[in-house]
DNA sequence: TCGCTATTGATAACTTATTATCGATTGTGT
DNA sequence: ACACAATCGATAATAAGTTATCAATAGCGA
């Protein structure tokens, strides 16, 4: 049967209070903290079974690997910084109408990454090159 | 200096009158039936080159290798059909207030993918299975 | 607590996409 | 047409991410 080990935990744990998705390296290091011995096969061998079980899914990004976060979280879509790579998710509503596709053709779902610059990584006021797009 | 070989105009001319982005397999056999003994290393050096000279850029779909495309579009997303794998350009255009960011973030591009079917593999009408999102 | 077996940790192996190597070929200026 | 270097084709090598292997460890039911 399916065992509660203390490195499947440590994993869940961390996506679960991270608060935007994980990468495998993020989740590797952030676990350590939790269960030291904790190896990169285990956080690969437990995010594949935590996606299969229905508790975490990939988000991907397009050129990266993917990253993880919880399932219960709804439809959304991600942010990323170009400054500190972080991936934050956006929780405001986007409807259909603002995603329009040719007559004939028929949207099903969407990936919108929008990429820039975090709170935390935003220029100081007055300081050249930060016009946003 | 630089040589016009009969491989780097198959293979900009296949980009250029594919109408959609395309892959390097796809590069490969389209270019193939124009220079027949044309291989995949031509391929990824040929792309690299007119990438550095702005003649075709890559297009970038999560989890999936680059597309390749003509500069000259414009801004624009993409439609991949999920049956027939194909990628589309959309040129709707889209504005940034359709694209909410918390606050404190400034978005300086986006990544739109819209997933679907296609023209040509939307179901009959009144097959099942078949709403859109 | 004991014993069984699922799970782990360390690392080798694998996968897929891309790049490097190098002898053969072929544009291009003369 | 010639000469020569840019480019090509075939394939080995590389890179990054992920999966497989297997002896050691550790949940969990009795």
Redesign the pocket.
Known sequence: ????????NA?LGVISEAGRPL???EILIKGQAV???????????????LTTEGWIL?VKLPG???RYEVTKLGEHYHFKCSSCSKVFDIHERITNNNLPAPANFIVESYDLILYGRCSECVPKRGSPGSRTA
Chains 1, 2 share one sequence.
Do not use: W
């Open positions: 049967m399916e065992r509660n080990t203390r490195q499947r994993i990468s495998t390296q269960v030291p011995s904790l190896s990169i096969a285990t956080v690969y061998r437990t995010l594949k079974d990939p990266e690997a993917d």
